[in-house]
């Protein structure tokens, strides 16, 4: 079953985690609880708040959704490698031994071009870091466009997309066998009941590799294969996605691009201004996730807040999100408030830190046999 918890605060969201687990330990202390968690640093904020609520935390698993995903397709295809090669720490390798061989053909001129133009080896070393994100990028949200590569179908696409795509089955023949595209089209293939059509649907076997329990916190960015994935193990097991939003009300519809928001800044109803502005990303995948076509939550629990004061800026500033409105005068104050202690803005990177991004210039000092602690530029920062 799929468990969807929704709410403003991530430390309710974290504390309904902490049941949850507690319940999953009860029955059955010896089975690891697998939790997906998209960043280190969420994950490293998740574990205290967990240890300080629950007292001990042990035996919890954290993994990355992109990992647990290559987990399920190698549970089903036991002959893949334990990593997969298409990450992007390891697909950028790939590309660089790629882009030394020789270019040849008339798609991949523009690659010549611009690799051979100085000579410089830190030209290919950054391209390759590029294309590896870009990659990364069209297996989670194109799919489809990749497997039409990897074909070799004929598309109208631009001159950028002709290079793109030789590179991509030169890439995939590198790697050997076949990409992570086509494996999450054939384990969709193979396990999805709605596959390739939602309004039919069709008995198939449980996935291999599925836990009883799945707990996933605060993965708004996953691609839509992966939430597909999820939705298919939630047929088998149990699961709870704990998402965090900034308000109550429905989010799919706002602006995703710089001029649709532009227009709703401008509407006296457009709602919280912030929200406009900063909303674009979790607008994708709210609409995703409420349209149904990739998962069918079988239980929606919110626990946003039911009053918020208003008697500090910061009171007001989250009641507005909570709403989705926009500020107002009101008996705590006018629209435009007067700033108080409640809300406050501190540097998040320590001195040395700031030292660190003038690597270059510190560089430039040691080569010269000056101190980097004497580096002008790390005094000015």
Same mark, same amino acid.
């Given at each position: 079953?799929?468990?969807?918890?929704?709410?403003?605060?991530?430390?309710? #969201?974290?504390?309904?985690?902490?049941?949850? #687990?507690?319940?999953?330990?009860?029955?059955?202390?010896?089975?690891?609880?697998?939790?997906?968690?998209?960043?280190?640093?969420?994950?490293?904020?998740?574990?205290?708040?967990?240890?300080?609520?629950?007292?001990?935390?042990?035996?919890?698993?954290?993994?990355?959704?992109?990992?647990?995903?290559?987990?399920?397709?190698?549970?089903?295809?036991?002959?893949?490698?334990?990593?997969?090669?298409?990450?992007?720490?390891?697909?950028?390798?790939?590309?660089?031994?790629?882009?030394?061989?020789?270019?040849?053909?008339?798609?991949?001129?523009?690659?010549?071009?611009?690799?051979?133009?100085?000579?410089?080896?830190?030209?290919?070393?950054?391209?390759?870091?590029?294309?590896?994100?870009?990659?990364?990028?069209?297996?989670?949200?194109?799919?489809?466009?990749?497997?039409?590569?990897?074909?070799?179908?004929?598309?109208?696409?631009?001159?950028?997309?002709?290079?793109?795509?030789?590179?991509?089955?030169?890439?995939?023949?590198?790697?050997?066998?076949?990409?992570?595209?086509?494996?999450?089209?054939?384990?969709?293939?193979?396990?999805?009941?709605?596959?390739?059509?939602?309004?039919?649907?069709?008995?198939?076997?449980?996935?291999?590799? #599925?836990?009883?329990?799945?707990?996933?916190?605060?993965?708004?960015?996953?691609?839509?294969?992966?939430?597909?994935?999820?939705?298919?193990?939630?047929?088998?097991?149990?699961?709870?996605?704990?998402?965090?939003?900034?308000?109550?009300?429905?989010?799919?519809?706002?602006?995703?691009?710089?001029?649709?928001?532009?227009?709703?800044?401008?509407?006296?109803?457009?709602?919280?201004?912030?929200?406009?502005?900063?909303?674009?990303?979790?607008?994708?995948?709210?609409?995703?996730?409420?349209?149904?076509?990739?998962?069918?939550?079988?239980?929606?629990?919110?626990?946003?807040?039911?009053?918020?004061?208003?008697?500090?800026?910061?009171?007001?500033?989250?009641?507005?999100?909570?709403?989705?409105?926009?500020?107002?005068?009101?008996?705590?104050?006018?629209?435009?408030?007067?700033?108080?202690?409640?809300?406050?803005?501190?540097?998040?990177?320590?001195?040395?830190?700031?030292?660190?991004?003038?690597?270059?210039?510190?560089?430039?000092?040691?080569?010269?046999?000056?101190?980097?602690?004497?580096?002008?530029?790390?005094?000015?920062?």
């Amino acid at each position: 079953m799929f468990h969807l918890y929704t709410a403003n605060d991530a430390a309710k #969201l974290a504390d309904a985690l902490g049941d949850r #687990l507690r319940v999953q330990a009860r029955s059955n202390p010896l089975v690891p609880a697998r939790v997906l968690v998209p960043q280190m640093g969420l994950r490293r904020w998740v574990q205290m708040h967990l240890a300080e609520r629950l007292g001990v935390l042990a035996n919890v698993e954290f993994v990355e959704p992109a990992r647990f995903a290559w987990q399920l397709l190698r549970a089903a295809q036991p002959e893949l490698p334990s990593r997969s090669p298409f990450e992007p720490d390891v697909l950028r390798w790939h590309l660089h031994a790629l882009l030394g061989e020789p270019l040849e053909g008339d798609a991949l001129a523009p690659l010549r071009d611009y690799l051979g133009r100085d000579g410089d080896p830190l030209r290919r070393f950054a391209l390759a870091k590029e294309l590896a994100q870009v990659y990364e990028r069209l297996q989670g949200y194109r799919r489809e466009k990749l497997l039409r590569w990897e074909r070799g179908a004929e598309f109208s696409g631009s001159f950028t997309e002709s290079w793109q795509a030789e590179l991509w089955r030169r890439l995939v023949r590198r790697v050997g066998g076949a990409s992570r595209a086509s494996r999450v089209d054939a384990w969709l293939r193979a396990f999805d009941p709605a596959w390739p059509d939602a309004a039919t649907s069709v008995d198939k076997p449980a996935p291999p590799g #599925l836990p009883a329990h799945l707990h996933a916190f605060a993965c708004a960015n996953i691609s839509p294969d992966v939430l597909r994935m999820l939705g298919v193990a939630a047929l088998h097991c149990e699961l709870d996605f704990h998402l965090p939003l900034p308000s109550r009300e429905y989010l799919g519809d706002t602006p995703q691009t710089r001029k649709a928001v532009r227009e709703r800044l401008q509407d006296k109803d457009g709602g919280n201004p912030l929200i406009a502005s900063l909303g674009g990303a979790a607008a994708e995948f709210v609409e995703l996730l409420y349209g149904y076509e990739h998962v069918q939550p079988d239980e929606e629990i919110d626990r946003f807040d039911e009053c918020i004061d208003r008697g500090s800026l910061l009171g007001r500033v989250r009641d507005d999100l909570l709403e989705h409105r926009a500020p107002v005068d009101d008996a705590h104050g006018p629209r435009v408030a007067l700033p108080d202690a409640s809300l406050q803005f501190h540097p998040a990177i320590r001195r040395c830190a700031k030292c660190r991004r003038c690597t270059t210039g510190c560089w430039r000092c040691s080569r010269t046999r000056v101190s980097t602690r004497r580096c002008s530029r790390a005094r000015s920062r």
